[in-house]
């Protein structure tokens, strides 16, 4: 059985353009299926969904867009409604920062950043069986502040509902702030279950592209324009470091906020494209690399990815590790292209990026 978490792409091989369908070939089931969509059409203090399907497994994408003073809260429920007793826990840290911890909580803490009014962008993922409580990873970025000077804001959250009688079946952000989620503030529930033959996958293959020859750049070419994008990258030592640019643009607009291997976060202002690896000094590296982007047209591309390279030959070494949140400043029109460039050495014949998206 394939995790949750590895669909659509059930491995980075030739199984690979059957799993979600579009580009690589005809439809196939049991990815992920879209349950539930609540879109605000007028500012408000809750951002909810209910009365969804039970699905095993469940990844939600929530995006609000430019606001009023917002720090969000998270509450699970079943049969329609919250839970609102003292039946939640978690764990956060705050731009890598040390690890706080809140328990007997009526709910659950997850914003990005406390009284933000900028644009934030999270992906969660829960594992739902009705007799074991409920798991939560939940990563989450915010603008923080337009434009490339300033490194955006980022969370990671690792939570749990003490309900062991149902099944989830509701999700609500709540705003704790002063002010409100505003018109366009979106949360969509999609599930997945080892059992599901449906074949209307949420994800839709954008791009499939192999490295060839000896190039020094893998690209998506151009891919429809969709407001969610999933992004993944196997680089087979290149040689050097790897780094991604969005439509072409090569100007200094993008940044991001990035910690390696745990440590405390750095930042990268005002760059000419964003650093997908973070050790050079190992030429002979693979790569494996997870992304995610809000690609609203309007606002700031927030995004926020993880890596992992191979490093040191053999079981001796740990392998490297990169998180981030990242941004790429256009607010004229959405991503249609993305490409990995290698500073040194080419692509090897084995490296492949795969992009999906969804509306």
Same mark, same amino acid.
């Given at each position: 059985m394939s995790l949750p978490f590895m669909q659509p792409y059930m491995g980075l091989g030739n199984s690979l353009q059957t799993a979600q369908g579009g580009a690589g070939g005809g439809p196939s089931v049991g990815g992920?299926?879209?349950?539930?969509?609540? *879109?605000?059409?007028?500012?408000?203090?809750t951002l909810a969904v209910s009365s969804f399907?039970?699905?095993?497994?469940?990844?939600?994408? =929530?995006?609000?867009?430019?606001?009023?003073?917002?720090?969000?809260?998270?509450?699970?429920?079943?049969?329609?409604?919250?839970?609102?007793?003292?039946?939640?826990?978690?764990?956060?840290?705050?731009?890598g920062g040390a690890d706080s911890t809140f328990t007997s909580r009526a709910n659950m803490v997850a914003a #990005?950043?406390?009284?933000?009014?900028?644009?934030?962008?999270?992906?969660?993922?829960?594992?739902?069986?009705?007799?074991?409580?409920k798991l939560m990873i939940h990563h989450a970025v915010n603008e923080h502040t337009i434009g490339a000077g300033t490194?955006?804001?980022?969370?990671?959250?690792?939570?749990?509902?003490?309900?062991?009688?149902?099944?989830? &079946?509701?999700?609500?952000?709540g705003n704790f702030g002063s002010g409100d989620f505003p018109i366009?503030?979106?949360?969509?529930v999609l599930g997945w279950d080892p059992e599901d033959t449906h074949t209307s996958n949420f994800w839709e293959e954008?791009?499939?592209?192999?490295?060839?020859?000896?190039?020094?750049?893998?690209?998506?070419? *151009?891919?429809?324009?969709?407001?969610?994008?999933?992004?993944?990258? =196997?680089?087979?030592?290149?040689?050097?470091?790897i780094i991604? *640019?969005?439509? @072409?643009? *090569?100007?200094? @607009?993008?940044?991001?906020?990035?910690?390696?291997?745990?440590?405390?976060?750095?930042? &990268?202002?005002?760059?000419? #494209?964003?650093?997908?690896?973070?050790n050079a000094?190992?030429?002979?590296? &693979?790569?494996?690399? @997870?992304?995610?982007?809000?690609?609203?047209?309007?606002?700031?591309?927030?995004?926020m990815g993880h890596s992992v390279q191979n490093g040191s030959a053999g079981a001796g070494t740990a392998p490297p590790r990169l998180e981030f949140a990242g941004k790429w400043t256009n607010t004229a029109s959405q991503i249609t292209e993305i490409d990995f460039d290698s500073s040194s050495g080419n692509f090897g014949s084995n490296s492949i990026i795969k992009v999906w998206g969804s509306d």
């Open positions: 992920w299926v879209e349950l539930a969509r609540t *879109t605000l059409g007028s500012a408000g203090d399907a039970n699905k095993r497994y469940y990844m939600v994408l =929530y995006n609000s867009g430019v606001s009023t003073e917002l720090t969000e809260y998270l509450t699970f429920g079943s049969g329609g409604s919250a839970d609102t007793g003292s039946n939640y826990s978690n764990r956060i840290s705050d731009g #990005a950043k406390s009284g933000a009014t900028r644009p934030e962008f999270g992906v969660s993922y829960i594992s739902n069986l009705a007799s074991k409580e490194a955006p804001a980022r969370n990671e959250v690792a939570g749990k509902w003490a309900n062991t009688s149902n099944a989830l &079946d509701t999700i609500s952000w366009g503030a979106e949360m969509v954008l791009a499939s592209v192999n490295a060839s020859g000896s190039s020094t750049n893998l690209s998506s070419g *151009t891919i429809t324009a969709k407001k969610y994008l999933w992004i993944q990258c =196997y680089s087979e030592g290149t040689g050097g470091d991604t *640019t969005f439509n @072409n643009d *090569t100007g200094s @607009n993008y940044t991001r906020r990035y910690s390696i291997d745990g440590g405390a976060d750095g930042s &990268d202002v005002n760059q000419t #494209a964003i650093d997908n690896m973070h000094g190992l030429p002979n590296d &693979d790569a494996f690399s @997870n992304w995610f982007i809000i690609n609203n047209s309007a606002n700031e591309k927030l995004i």
